[in-house]
């Protein structure tokens, strides 16, 4: 099992600037592949930044490059989410995800979880939510 709590939630104004951190803790080491989703109200869960732990391989949806960087911190069990320059349609609540990519080579586990949808990942938090207002 993996536990995964996420803070750093809150409310700005658009331009504003959040960071989001997720602590893992439990079995952990299988967790080759976490991400950070949201989900609006009315609106299906959508990926927002997903990064391969056994590298730092990132993918990141086109609404935010450019403005998000997710990141790992192996030494805390951490991968944090910078948001920058926040627009209203960022509002949602944020949900941190981990998840066991498998693939006979690092190549296809890498492409695997680059490419990964919210199926892909057997471990959620509670969410933090972020509010932009404009």
């Known amino acids: 099992q993996v536990q995964l709590v996420e803070s750093g939630g809150g409310s700005v104004q658009a331009g504003g600037t959040l960071r989001l951190s997720c602590a893992a803790s439990?079995?952990?080491?299988?967790?080759?592949?976490m991400g950070w989703f949201r989900q609006a109200p009315g609106k299906e869960r959508e990926g927002v930044a997903v990064i391969y732990t056994g590298g730092s391989s990132t993918h990141y949806a086109d609404s935010v490059k450019g403005r998000f960087t997710i990141s790992q911190d192996n030494a805390k069990n951490t991968v944090d989410l910078q948001m920058n320059s926040l627009k209203p349609e960022d509002t949602a609540m944020y949900y941190c995800?981990?998840?066991?990519?498998?693939?006979?080579?690092?190549?296809?586990?890498?492409?695997?979880?680059?490419?990964?949808?919210?199926?892909?990942?057997?471990?959620w938090g509670q969410g933090t939510q972020v509010t932009v207002s404009s």
């Open positions: 995800a981990a998840g066991e990519i498998r693939g006979i080579t690092l190549f296809a586990r890498v492409s695997r979880c680059l490419a990964s949808s919210p199926l892909d990942f057997g471990y």
């Open positions: 439990g079995y952990t080491y299988s967790s080759n592949c």
